[in-house]
């Protein structure tokens, strides 16, 4: 063989070996391979070497991770052809895709590791299955331990809530009543079969049969709880049950309905459906104190529970919904919604017929026993107990009323009081309520008799107040005859217009404010004005043309002019009728105090009257210029609590009733002052320097208390359908007022009547039986009190010369006289366009003319209130009159509701 002869090279086996020892061109660029690689003696020393190329797993991994192909190192065969092992001469191929090592699998492929773009986002179906049965089966886990963790109450020993002891202002008891639980378990056979269905029908016509739970009604409650609302509702009868016996928890949270939840699958479970149904009804509220349907039957029907036939059974259900609403007397003064006598007869025969539709429905009740029960079910009054009788029942109401009005500063709930346990000092004067109702009994039994006069004598009514000035205590409150016979707090809220006596506010914004300059546009105008002076002069004349504060003539929306009247027709001061605001006072002239109203502007006149306490809600629309002499109802508590103000000099104090409460645990409210300043001592003062001048020389002069400073204000309203006075002394402040109005709750159209001839007077006003009450009360109240100077008044303001207006045409008149026989001179003229109501008086006394014709402003006491509550309290004299000729066309409701 030649020595020039290569010899070729061995094979070295196929595969990745043989790529790795493969001897590729040097121009390849590839490195040499290491020694020995080819087994020649000449790769020993680098001589004649070729390149080895790249074989290792790293660039394996690359090649694979961008999807290519590995092109494996080939080696020469014979022939100079490329070969050799992992080539085409070789035993194996040197292509192929690279594998990646095996990962560890993940137990939760999420994202998904084999699929790529939005698909690796995409959980699988074994994902969701695997995941939904594993919910599931957590909540039947957390659901059975629930139930195996909770145990069947006992029932709660709801019986053992204690009173609420009500104090005097002395700290003598004055009633020990509201809180206990009036209950009287019934066995089930005792329950009327009626009264089962009618429950059954209306809350849960499944009760014989459900498991005690309603699913559809809990997600329900959840779903509101998420929105922020209760979780109330979604209730079945096992539920109520062992909510109200079982569990003293009542606060409306998840937690507790998950507990009531459990509990009430355990008894629905467990304990039979009569001994649910049973305790149910032995435990529920059916309103008036009441627990249980044994006492409810007792204070609706005052009969046995036995004895309650269908109509009446599917009554008493009503009120499982909210005795607050559906009980036909009423909610008295504790709900501001506006839950009248009216109202909730309307509910509850709405449900009560519901009610008997759903049993007859459902097979419970036949169609012809069905058709006896079309109307409520006589029902009696609800305050049988006795204790409460006299003036305690609206004094404990009147208190009642204000701690749950303002139970964000008390800490006192309706719930909280109904459990008891409390006790309330109230601020009333037991001597001081005596002497009131002594008062009024007095002049009510010389002078009302409606067996001899029942045309003009029946359903008399009266109503008082007295508050402390320096403070606002409730002194003394005179409601009406009986609270357990005449339940609406006439001292809280009637719906009477107040006539004349709303004209101090008049005079107090033309010294606060003072008038607009007629010069100016109305928006400069409302800002320079002129304080007003009590020697002020205006127009006493009769058939007044009012005129808006620029001169121009006031008219209506028709477009008619508004002429205001005086008493008996007659005009003041002639021939130039000017006359001083302070002796427009002392005769209650009407147009002087209507334009007067006019050049303040009645925007300021309401808003003096809300600075001096009375509720907005009481007060009439200030877009008449009868705003000024008195078509507004506030109540007495809240005229006595505004003249307490022009009292105390300015100083304002919300009336209020409770000083403080206390409870086992030691105090849990204290009154304190709310005292700011309404008016300037000026302004105050010189208010009360000018109805002086009433009680001493002008239609007030029966209040006068020899030796002792008396300020007041006589009134008497359109039709003579109240009369009023209101008057005070440095220490006291008391209103009085007088109506006749048929509020029997039976009786479904009430309204208030004429007094045309009541207390065989022709005609009744403030200063007769009014001032002579309020004369009688306050001697007797006063006299161990020391005689108090009111201060002396500093001038203020400027001389206004108001020129009186040209002669008007007609309009309607009515008088009132101030002597105690007065002659009644009603007289009737073409109507005025508009509505005029309040006292006129000439020189000879007093009379009420005009009117807003609803009587009031009829808009339900949206920010009624009490007895100084910041919250609203319902009125239950929605009155239906038709008001007179002399109407605004604004409603045809005299009075309405008040706050």
Known sequence: MSEHRRKPPQPQGGGRAAARRGQPDASSGRRAAPRGATGSPADSYGSGGEEHSYGGRAEARRAAQKGGRRRAPETTGPGGRRGGPGGPAGPGRGRGRATPPPGKKRFIDYPRSDKFGWQRWMPSWKLVTGLFIGFMGS???????????????????????????????????????GGEINRQIINYADIPKEMRYAVISQENKTFETDSGIDPKGIARAVFNMAKGGQTQGGSTITQQYVKNAMLDDQSQTLSRKFKEIFVSIKVG?????????????????????????EAASRAYFNKDADQLNPGECAFLSAMLKGATYYDPAGATSLDPTGATPEANKKRALSQMQDTLDKMVEYGHLSPTERAKYRTLPKWQNPRSNSRLGGQIGYLVDLAKSYLINNSEKTKVTEEKLQKGGYR????????????????????????????????????????????????????????????????????????????????????????????KNPDLGDDQAQDERTQVSP????????????????????????????????????????????????????????????????????????????DAGVLKGSLASANYPSFSIGTS?????????????????????????????EDKDGQVYKHRAETHEAFTSAVADNVTDVLKTVVDKGTGTSAQLPGRPVAGK??????????????????????????????????????????????????????????????????????????????????????????????????????????????????????????????????????????????????????????????PTPTITESTGTGNTRGNGNGGFFGGQTG
């Open 535 to 610: 020697k002020s002069l205006y127009s006493g004349k009769n058939k007044l043309k009012i005129k808006n504060y620029d001169g121009s003539v006031w008219t209506d929306k028709d477009g008619k002019e508004w002429l205001q009247t005086n008493d008996g027709n007659e005009s003041v001061n002639p021939p130039t009728y000017k006359i001083d605001l302070r002796e427009a006072m002392r005769l209650s002239v009407n147009s002087a105090y209507v334009q007067l109203g006019m050049d303040v502007g009645l925007d300021k006149v309401k808003e003096t009257a809300l």
């Open 269 to 293: 479970a467990e304990v039979p459906k009569t001994q649910i149904m049973a305790g149910y009804l032995n435990s529920a509220y059916f309103g008036r104190g009441a627990y249980g349907l």
């Open 424 to 515: 309330i000092y109230t601020t009333f004067d037991k001597t001081k309520v005596k002497e009131l109702e002594s008062a009024v009994k007095k002049v009510q039994k010389g002078n009302i008799k409606p067996k001899q006069r029942p045309e003009t004598d029946t359903h008399v009514q009266f109503g008082g107040a007295s508050v402390d000035p320096a403070t606002g205590a409730i002194k003394a409150i005179y409601g009406g005859e009986d609270a357990t016979k005449h339940f609406t707090n006439n001292a809280d809220s009637t719906g009477a217009q107040v006539g004349s006596t709303f004209k101090p506010f008049v005079l107090a914004a033309a010294m606060k404010w003072g008038v």
């Open 714 to 871: 006589t009134g008497t309203t359109d039709g003579n359908k109240s009369a009023w006075f209101v008057g005070y002394t440095p220490q006291l402040s008391t209103a009085i007022s007088m109506f006749r109005l048929d509020d029997n709750a039976n009786n479904k159209k009430r309204t208030f009547l004429e007094m045309y001839g009541t207390g065989g007077q022709e005609k009744i006003h403030g200063a007769s039986f009014p001032a002579e009450i309020w004369h009688d009360y306050m001697a007797q109240a006063l006299k161990n009190a020391p005689v108090k100077p009111f201060p002396t008044p500093v001038p203020i303001g400027k001389v206004i010369n108001a020129e009186p207006s040209p002669t008007p045409t007609p309009s309607v008149t009515e008088t009132e006289e101030t002597s105690p026989t007065p002659t009644p001179t009603p007289t009737q003229s073409s109507p005025s366009p508009t509505p005029s109501a309040s006292d006129t008086c000439g020189f000879f006394g007093c009379n009420n003319n005009g009117g807003n014709g609803n009587g009031g402003n009829g808009n339900g006491g949206a920010d009624g209130g009490t007895d100084g509550g910041t919250t």
């Open 139 to 177: 909540l039947v886990a957390v659901a059975g331990i629930g139930y195996a963790m909770v145990d069947i109450p006992i029932v709660a020993k709801t019986a053992k809530a204690q009173n609420n002891v009500y104090y005097w202002s002395d700290g003598s008891v004055m009633v020990a009543t």
């Open 633 to 661: 109802d506030p109540s007495a508590i809240r005229m006595a609590g505004a003249y307490a103000t022009f009292a105390a000099s300015g100083e304002q104090n919300p009336p209020y009733s409770v000083s403080k409460v």
